[in-house]
């Protein structure tokens, strides 16, 4: 990371990783990077970040959701600030541009299969109170190798060729995210959403509704409550049909016994139905793997405890428990059955000389 002119700063990270899928494997190296260039104000800033990946590279350590791909995005922002004790502490603007495109697409001068553009405006109220907006507009190329596996069902029930979808353009959305603080004890936050997005399961256009509150309890400096409940439900734009609708409760509950000493525990469902899928075209029923995407339903549930102690920045034990279960949809835990459960246990020091 390299600072100059007390508001200018280059970031970059070279990575490489070495994968072996069993003896006799040729292993080579397959790169990824991050370059990022920020300049930073108090009325005015702007960034521009690239991050690319080679198809190959794999993190079996670590997650890395996007492959292959080469990001490239960019903001510029302004803020102002209104006198003192104004209503209006801060107000500012925000303009977003991201765009994802394949690693070799990208070098080779291609276009971006998924790009979007956002607006980003501001306010911050005496007393902690905030809210910003989001005003979206995008567009999205579904990839071949995505429904490799895709088939639809013909009109003698036999399996046929799956057309890839059409590209979606102006794809657009808003959303509001409003942040008030009561008082030291209470405060309350969320996003109320409604935009487009491609609904990737069968390829089409969907519109999504969202809700998504969230409750921090604070009554005193050693115990700390968060409730949060996100709420989804997705429609087909063609003809506003649902598709699916996602429950997610999660409360995470915190207390510090001293300076070094905390324990936490995190409790989260995942709740959804989902309508069976059909091609945005013709309407077919869609096959996948050969399996027929009939309507499904799900009802996970993830857990975790985890005590920490830390003596000092940087020194650091903590020894925690997770346990992950899938099962119908519903809260009852005897219907659900174990996925994955484990202990873990992190021990880091810093030596200061």
């Known amino acids: 990371r390299l600072l100059f002119g007390s508001r200018y700063a280059v970031t970059t990270q070279f990575t490489g990783s070495w994968t072996s899928s069993g003896p006799g494997d040729a292993v080579g190296v397959e790169p990824a990077f991050t370059l990022g260039f920020v300049r930073s104000g108090l009325n005015f800033s702007y960034r521009v970040n690239l991050a690319d990946q080679s198809p190959g590279f794999r993190t079996a350590t670590g997650f890395m959701p996007r492959i292959g791909e080469t990001a490239w995005s960019g ?195 995942d709740l959804e139905r989902r309508e069976a899928l059909r091609h945005p075209v013709t309407g077919q029923a869609v096959l996948i793997n050969g399996v027929l995407q009939d309507a499904s339903e799900r009802g996970n549930f993830s857990g975790q405890a985890l005590v920490s102690f830390e003596p000092s920045p940087g020194t650091i034990f903590f020894v925690g428990y997770s346990r992950v279960m899938t099962g119908p949809y519903g809260v009852t835990l005897r219907d659900k059955d174990l996925r994955e459960d484990g202990f873990f246990v992190k021990l880091s020091y810093l030596f200061r000389m």
């Open 75 to 269: 903001a510029v922002g302004f803020d102002r600030y209104g006198a003192a004790g104004a209503l209006v502490e801060t107000w500012g603007l925000e303009l977003q541009t991201n765009n994802f495109t394949k690693h070799d697409d990208f070098w080779a001068g291609g276009a971006p299969f998924e790009y979007e553009i956002e607006l980003h405006p501001n306010v911050t109220f005496t007393g902690s109170r905030r809210a910003n907006a989001i005003l979206k507009w995008g567009g999205f190329r579904f990839q071949p190798e995505d429904y490799a596996a895709h088939q639809v069902v013909g009109a003698g029930g036999t399996p046929e060729p799956y057309t890839l979808p059409p590209e979606l353009r102006n794809i657009v959305g808003i959303a509001v995210t409003p942040n008030v603080r009561f008082n030291d004890t209470f405060n309350l936050s969320g996003i109320v959403m409604f935009r487009q997005i491609p609904l990737f399961a069968e390829g089409s256009r969907g519109w999504e509704k969202r809700l998504a509150p969230g409750l921090r309890i604070q009554p005193g400096e050693q115990l700390r409550i968060e409730a949060n409940y996100t709420w989804v439900k997705l429609a087909r734009a063609d003809d506003r049909s649902h598709f699916s609708t996602v429950q997610i409760p999660r409360l995470k509950v915190q207390y510090q016994f001293n300076r070094s000493l905390l324990a936490r525990v995190i409790g989260q469902y």
